[in-house]
């Protein structure tokens, strides 16, 4: 039990000791990008090959390693998983197989040699080490410090880490208001989306000084397609997540607790109910922690998969077991929240700062990142690009430096169109704000927000207009019909929006999107109506050339719209085999037998059957 600030440090020097014991750490990635490539397989087959092993089972020499198998959190390159590090050698494997675990096992846990064939490669270099690959060195790293470097699963590898330490100093060495403080002066804004600063919204809270109940909840409905920061989070460092908590709730005189995770993040939900079942048999989350008058409970509800629900009034509705829908403001969360008492409301990555703050400072939060968004932020950067994953970069930091340092560039070489930022929520940043910082404030210049983290990086292959009607799709799909504005307004351009790109976009399309997207910014009862036409204007304003072409000239230049694409046959290489006519569900292809053959645009449905069936590339697109 951990009853006492003296028995958390004795338990600290403990874990340390265990944890310097093991000579030799395997690191499996079991964030959920690699278990969905058989990460989970690697693991078990590491730790039966090194339980098996009478060398590496036990320590008997100095120069044989005590090997300790371990499921990390996310380790950041998702894309090139199962990712396996292997400590103290800090060799980084990439796309290991379960036929790769023997090697491992032989030349690296029990010899120190690298695998160099699974080491990530670019531009012809072998990178054997984290810190030498270009995505992850260019990073900083303060929500994510932990993630893939501990124990996902222990509470001891986080305490041995310095987990618990703020909470410790904010408990003896701090009063409430001082917490509150040294978190307004950080600048900390909130980063699921809107950036206020936290410390002003703690502030509002602990100033309810005669409430009888105040909470703080945590927003871990991550909806954005494309983003999967916070779940990134919750899945490798639980922790720090915790204790960002119960340090909100020290501050604002809150003693419950309320984690709302999205019913998509199961392994999330696992590993928060370990650590808060672990925390509780010890001492650490209950009453009277560490011997003082502080007691914080923990409690996790699982969304049911709306998007509206990460919206805060919806969010809180959904947890008292109301449908989750919005309501009018005044009053805000923080005098009338959950169950109508004062609440603190954050999200995932929001939380997962303070510890870091109260740590080590404000001024030293404040030294990184811009005068006004201070610190780091945390994207899932995905799309055409080389790299995609979990990074953390400081506030301030250019798409250039995102796209191009870190994620390697395109795929293929293929040029920058844009990226959706803030999905369904946000907008599109072109090449003429590649040099733009990437803050709160300076892409509302550009009609973006940063949201919650979502990079979605584009090529010139990319339909703007589709990208537009996509992200409509799913806002329309996900309105909760409260307010007319997004219920009908939404729904009548996302009609306009298929009416383009199914070939039967009207002059005056373009002004009408305009003008509805102007009246639901304007009158939308919460966020979520508010900020969806975002994408719609931003590309508008960005590729309207792109949305006059499907208009007027009935043209994708991408061939992505497949009602606007017209298939033709190339007379140089049609050898009349008949291939595609025999393939042709509607018979719009004629032609004889060793005979040029002719495509009956009218007829033609646009399935591609013809295209995909020729072996000799004679049916084209045209342009």
């Known amino acids: ?67 300790g198998v371990i499921k990390s ?12 590090r292997v400590e103290p050698y800090s060799y980084q494997y990439i796309k290991v197989q379960l036929e790769d675990c023997k090697e491992i096992m032989e030349r690296t846990i029990k010899n120190g040699e690298p695998v160099e064939r699974l080491f990530y490669k670019m531009n012809g270099e072998a990178y054997a080490h984290p810190a030498d690959i270009p995505y992850l060195a260019k990073q900083t790293r303060i929500t994510l410090e932990n993630c893939g470097n501990i124990d996902a699963e222990s509470m001891g590898e986080y305490i041995a ?45 602990a100033a309810h000084k005669d409430a009888d109940q105040k909470y703080v909840v945590c927003n871990g409905d991550e909806g954005d397609p494309g983003a999967f920061m916070d779940g990134s989070v919750m899945e490798g460092d639980p922790y720090k997540l915790i204790e960002g908590m119960m340090l909100g ?22 590993r928060l109910k370990l650590a ?94 811009t005068e006004k968004s201070t610190g780091t932020k945390t994207f899932s950067l995905t799309g055409a690009i080389e790299n995609t994953g979990l990074i953390e970069v400081p506030m301030g930091t250019t798409l250039r430096e995102i796209i191009y340092d870190i994620g390697g560039g395109l795929k293929e070489g293929s040029e920058f169109k844009a990226v959706q930022i803030g999905g369904p929520s946000g907008g599109c940043l072109t090449e003429a704000q590649l040099d733009e910082p990437l803050d709160f404030d300076s892409v509302k210049k550009f009609g973006a927000i940063i949201g919650s983290g979502g990079l979605v990086v584009m090529d010139q292959n990319t339909c703007m207009v ?14 909760c019909g409260k307010c007319v504005p997004c219920r009908e307004g939404t729904k009548r351009m996302l009609e306009i929006l298929e009416r383009i790109v199914g070939g039967k976009g009207e002059e005056g399309d373009i002004e009408l999107l305009q003008e509805l997207a102007d009246m639901i910014c304007n009158t939308a009862l919460c966020g979520l109506g508010k900020s969806a036409p975002l994408p719609v204007l931003s590309t508008i304003k960005a590729f309207r050339e792109e949305y ?37 569900p509607v018979g719009a292809i004629t032609g004889a037998r060793k005979s040029v053959h002719h495509i009956d645009s009218g007829l033609c449905i646009k399935c591609g059957a013809c295209k995909d069936n020729c072996a000799f590339d004679a049916v084209y697109v045209e342009a």
Not at 467 to 477: D, E, L
Not at 566 to 576: A, H
């Open 73 to 84: 959190g996310c380790q950041g390159f998702c894309e090139l998983g199962p990712l396996v």
């Open 1 to 67: 039990m951990i009853k006492t600030r003296e028995a958390l440090k004795e338990y600290k020097v403990n874990a340390i000791k265990e944890k310097d014991a093991v000579r030799c750490r395997v690191l499996v990635c079991a964030g959920t990008g690699c278990v969905a490539t058989g990460s989970i397989k690697i693991y078990e087959e590491l730790k039966r090959l090194c339980e098996d092993d009478p060398e590496v089972s036990v320590e008997l020499m100095d120069h044989v390693p005590h090997v």
């Open 548 to 584: 006059e072409e499907h208009i007027r000239d009935k043209k994708c230049r991408t061939h992505t719209c497949t009602a606007l694409r017209e298939y033709k046959i190339n007379p140089e290489f049609c050898i009349g085999c008949g291939k595609c006519t025999k393939n042709c």
């Open 161 to 205: 880490a310095g987990g618990f330490s703020a909470l410790e100093k904010a408990l003896f060495e701090m009063t409430p208001d001082d917490v509150v403080n040294e978190v307004d002066k950080s600048g900390l804004r909130g980063r699921g989306g809107g950036g206020f600063p936290m410390g002003r919204k703690w502030k509002q809270v």
């Open 276 to 369: 808060i079942a672990q925390m509780e048999e010890c001492g650490l989350l209950g009453d009277n922690i560490l011997g003082t008058d502080f007691s914080f409970h923990m409690h996790i509800n699982r969304g049911a998969g709306a998007f509206v629900c990460g919206e805060g009034s919806a969010l809180t509705a959904s947890i008292e077991g109301h449908r989750g829908m919005p309501r009018v403001k005044p009053p805000r969360t923080v005098d009338e929240g959950l169950w109508g008492k004062p609440t603190v409301l954050n999200n995932v990555e929001t939380y997962a700062n303070v510890p870091g703050i109260i740590n080590k400072g404000a001024d030293w939060f404040r030294s990184i990142g």
């Open 249 to 270: 709730g020290y501050a604002v005189g809150a003693n419950q607790g309320y984690i709302y995770v999205r019913a998509e993040y199961p392994m999330s939900v696992a």
């Open 466 to 479: 589709e990208v537009a009607r996509f992200f409509m799709s799913f806002t329309q799909r996900e309105s």
